[in-house]
């Protein structure tokens, strides 16, 4: 039984995950740890420690059934980018709540500073670039508008985009082109669930399963082609 990476359908509707995984430039042995526990937890139903095709396309189904807000059998973009961006919002409400630790509504930067990832003085640059009303604090919108061109880089380099891809939106849009293959601009239940194209990026050694190890050669060659790699083994 085939398996499939988390990212195909994490970026396709579930935004969380990964892009919130690759968005850090430094990463501890024990964050990405808790990164693949956490995307095992959210994929691996049936804990025998690999994500099959079976599981992630069941899930797939589901988004679809809830997406298909009319009831016609397809998904058209404004279904689709509608959930996309619900299922985004929650992703970044997450991660904004964890960040903001005495639960103010805001992000201070100590509080940023104080997560063990990432390099100090990054940090601070990208506070201030959020921080767009210079009141010593990121409030939620101003988190939420941070973090647009990085999403959009992440998606675009991720699918190999040939259209340009510099926003959540421009990205969902091409991605709706790719999941269309028949070109009638909606998507079948078909064309949804059963389009990944993802999943021989991360069966590297092409034995059908992606496994904890090959979850984490993804996260180690990200932060390699950034420059900034360490080798960091399975605990």
Not at 126 to 152: A, C, P, W, Y
Request: some cysteine; proline content about 3%; aromatic content about 8%.
């Amino acid at each position: 039984m085939k398996t499939l990476t988390t990212l195909s359908i994490a970026i396709a509707l579930n935004l969380g995950i990964t892009s919130n995984a690759f968005a850090y430039k430094q990463f501890s042995p024990e964050r990405q740890q808790a990164m693949i526990d956490k995307i095992m937890q959210r994929f691996d139903t049936n804990k025998d420690n690999v994500i099959t095709l079976d599981e992630v396309q069941v899930m797939r189904d589901g988004v679809f059934t809830k997406a298909d807000v009319n009831g016609d059998g397809f998904l058209n973009p404004e279904e689709f980018t509608a959930t996309a961006e619900e299922q985004r919002q929650t992703h970044l409400k997450e991660v904004f709540n964890n960040l903001d630790a005495n639960k103010d509504g805001n992000i201070s930067l100590d509080e940023l500073l104080q997560q063990p990832f990432g390099n100090p003085e990054r940090k601070k640059a990208h506070f201030l670039k959020m921080d767009t009303n210079q009141d010593n604090i990121v409030s939620f919108e101003e988190f939420q508008q941070g973090k647009l061109g990085k999403e959009g880089r992440f998606m675009g380099h991720l699918y190999g985009m040939k259209e340009k891809c510099n926003d959540p939106q421009s990205c969902l849009q091409a991605r709706f082109n790719m999941l269309d293959a028949d070109k009638d601009s909606k998507l079948s239940r078909t064309e949804f669930v059963h389009n990944l194209p993802l999943f021989t990026k991360f069966d590297t050694n092409n034995d059908g399963i992606i496994t904890r190890e090959e979850i984490a050669q993804q996260l180690q060659n990200k932060m390699q082609h950034r420059g900034r790699g360490k080798d960091w083994s399975m605990q």
